[in-house]
């Protein structure tokens, strides 16, 4: 089961957040059925929203987008507090070639761009303010540095964050995904932070550890090397989608009453999918003549 665990470590001046992803990706990457490059970046992406998005209040959201000039055109990724997150790639199907090391050109195939962060607060319940909305340029495409990077430059949070995607050849051809994400909270102490940034710049690939049966709180431990830290607590986390037949039934009769009829007149029906997780809804007849007596 996938899991994510909250750790504070020096007297609370370094909060380590770190998960175990690899069924996360594996539905992801079965739902937009991805390359393996794209597998890789879309993979990342949903692990480092996932653990910042842990960090928001409750009935809030998070997500994060790469708008990019490479294949993929972009990735998209959102997450709650209790632990579930969703996306998507503009381009499931690019597929670079490799990098001479025989490694995914993740960063070929994002190029140049924004990352961007947008936070809402209540969402979940029908409380929408403006959103927050913070962006940076892209500084390597690789992922886990946009994140680091974006921490730094636009909320002011000195991060570390470790990302990685382990593919088979295959089902469910995700052999290990998971991530850590260490923040230097107000008070850090700088031979601290140094202990830190040389255990990381030294840490195995995340995917090494959890391929071998690390869970989350093994990833902690190996990022913070000889650093004790607590666990606060720890949750299940999944991809989940809030779509639904309702929703898509929703949206169909917010386009009026002569667009519902020209669906049952020219197609008999209606068909929806939804972006985020590829699921297809379909409206029958019958469905449709409901929709009209509740429009009219």
Not at 231 to 250: N, Y
């Amino acid at each position: 089961m996938d899991k994510l665990i909250h750790a504070t470590a020096a007297d609370g001046t370094v909060r380590v957040i770190s998960a175990v992803t690899t069924g996360i990706v594996a539905e992801a990457i079965r739902r937009h059925g991805t390359s393996p490059t794209v597998s890789a970046a879309l993979g990342r992406m949903l692990t480092g929203t996932l653990l910042l998005g842990s960090t928001i209040k409750e009935f809030d959201r998070l997500t994060a987008k790469i708008d990019c000039s490479g294949e993929v055109g972009g990735i998209t990724a959102e997450a709650t507090k209790i632990g579930t997150v969703r996306g998507f790639v503009k381009n499931p199907i690019a597929e670079p070639p490799p990098k001479a090391n025989g490694k995914f050109d993740v960063s070929g195939i994002v190029g140049e761009g924004t990352f961007v962060v947008i936070r809402e607060a209540g969402f979940e319940i029908g409380f929408r303010p403006e959103p927050y909305v913070g962006s940076v340029p892209i500084v390597s495409g690789e992922i886990a540095e946009d994140f680091a990077y974006y921490l730094a430059k636009s909320e002011q949070i000195p991060s570390a964050v470790l990302l990685g995607v382990l593919l088979q050849n295959s089902e469910p051809f995700v052999a290990a995904s998971g991530g850590v994400l260490i923040q230097m909270m107000p008070g850090a102490n700088d031979h601290i932070v140094t202990m830190i940034e040389d255990t990381v710049s030294r840490a195995p690939h995340v995917t090494e550890l959890v391929k071998e049966g690390a869970g989350p709180e093994d990833l902690a431990r190996v990022a913070l090397g000889v650093i004790d830290f607590e666990v606060l607590d720890e949750r299940p986390v999944s991809f989940q989608c809030t779509c639904s037949l309702e929703k898509a039934s929703g949206m169909i009769a917010a386009l009026g009453e002569d667009e519902v009829r020209a669906m049952l007149a020219e197609d008999n029906g209606a068909v929806m999918n939804c972006g985020f997780c590829n699921e297809t809804y379909k409206l029958t007849v019958a469905d449709l003549e409901n929709l009209l007596e509740t429009i009219g």
